[in-house]
């Protein structure tokens, strides 16, 4: 799926040497809308997302993914002439995307200070997984710590059982959305302030811990600490999954007391709207078992499409849960063109989410999925950076592309 519109982030230089999740998925968001994104690699290996999680053929899923819509470059930063090659990229460019462990291109004489000289306008995202700063910084992060020390494992889960981390690099999106934003803040500044270039710093803990809610208030004015609650919410009643006769599953918010009353005669009990045990949010919380009981008693003796048909003519909120086979089957995710099929030279047709939001007149779009390592030495080394076939010959026979 192509567009004739430009997206909106047409003509943006973005350099992107990250690795792994969370600062490839910034470089994804923003070639998916336009930007050219230059994804810098090493040489020998690559990115080490190539090689992580499900592999056909021995083609990384996760990277023909996150790499999509990016040109690829090899280069060795680490050496005299990388750096410099790194510098001659830096001072085209709009944005640098770098998730190594803190002081490690101060390490190799590329860091802030030096990269800012060489372009005064350039916007730095420094991603790591506790910060440029504080007493951790110099630790290894990955998105799983982020996830156990940010209080969000501590919160999922059931109470009975152990804290439980997500099945995905939940930690890593989640900071990758923090610093998109973060991004088009900084480069609005530059372009509309005239503010000039800086630098952002992103951990993996804070942006997660960030969308916890008022844990801190509430630790700090109650003194509570909340524990894990497994579907339910501490805050309203109902909200869980509930199996249906047929063997599936469907959920239930219910946060608003006409939504509650809705749900009640969804299943055939409008009673229950004037029972003192749920007539208000307070007393369906006090009783949640009971209620919960009642509700899964219903659905019990119905099939999942009883139970949806038997909701949507109440208005009532309540949603199957789906596999990815199911949401590739679902019509809304079709008419919304929430996925897409791309021809993709290694995996034949590849099907992939669209780009989103939607935009009216400057969409996002899926070009193609993630290139083959250094596929566009070439197109940038010669043709951006202007560099002639002799000394790029050099570069490669010294190991530096």
């Known amino acids: 799926m192509t567009h004739d519109t430009n ?38 290996f690559g990115d080490h997302i190539r090689r992580f999680g499900p592999q056909k053929d021995g083609v990384g899923l996760w990277h023909k993914y996150l790499s999509r819509n990016k040109q690829s470059v090899t280069l060795n930063i680490s050496t005299e002439e990388g750096t410099a090659v790194f510098e001659d990229l830096v001072s085209d460019a709009d944005l640098l995307i770098e998730n190594f462990r803190p002081g490690t291109l101060e390490r190799w004489g590329v860091g802030w200070e030096t990269l800012s000289e060489v372009n005064p ?44 981390l997500p099945p995905t690099g939940l930690a890593d999106n989640i900071a990758a959305l923090f610093s998109t934003f973060a991004v088009m803040f900084a ?108 509700i899964q008693g219903w659905m019990d003796d119905h099939s999942r499409e009883e139970i949806l048909t038997a909701f949507e003519e109440a208005d009532a909120t ?38 989103f939001p939607k935009f009216s007149e400057t969409p996002g779009a899926v070009n193609y999925l993630g290139p083959s390592l250094g596929e566009h030495n070439e197109a940038v080394f010669r043709d951006r950076l202007g560099y002639d076939d002799e000394f790029l010959a050099e570069l490669e026979a010294e190991g530096v592309i």
Do not use: C
């Open 7 to 44: 997206g909106p982030l047409d003509g943006l230089v973005v350099l992107e040497a990250g690795s792994m999740i969370s600062g490839p998925t910034v470089g994804r968001f923003m070639a998916d809308f336009g930007a050219t994104v230059i994804k810098i690699e090493h040489p020998e």
């Open 121 to 164: 306008e350039l916007v730095m995202l420094r991603m790591s997984g506790f910060g440029q700063t504080g007493p951790y910084s110099q630790r290894p992060g990955f998105g799983t710590l982020a996830e156990a020390m940010s209080g969000f494992a501590y919160l999922n889960g059931f109470p009975d059982s152990p804290p439980l």
């Open 187 to 294: 480069l609005y500044h530059r372009d509309v302030h005239g503010g000039g270039g800086q630098y952002i710093d992103t951990s993996l803990i804070e942006p997660i811990f960030g969308l916890l809610g008022p844990q801190p208030l509430r630790y700090d004015q109650l003194g509570e600490i909340e524990a894990r609650s497994g579907n339910r919410s501490t805050s309203s009643a109902p909200r869980n999954v509930y199996r249906t006769g047929d063997d599936r599953w469907v959920a239930i918010s219910a946060s608003a007391q006409p939504l509650a009353e809705r749900t009640f005669e969804a299943i055939g009990r409008p009673d229950l709207i004037d029972d003192p045990r749920f007539a208000t949010n307070e007393d369906r919380l006090a009783n949640v078992e009971e209620l919960d009981e009642i």
């Open 318 to 355: 309540l949603a199957p849960v789906y596999n990815v086979e199911d949401i590739l089957n679902d019509e809304h995710y079709r008419a919304r063109e929430a996925f897409v099929t791309i021809d993709d030279p290694d995996l034949g047709d590849a099907v992939v989410q669209n780009a």
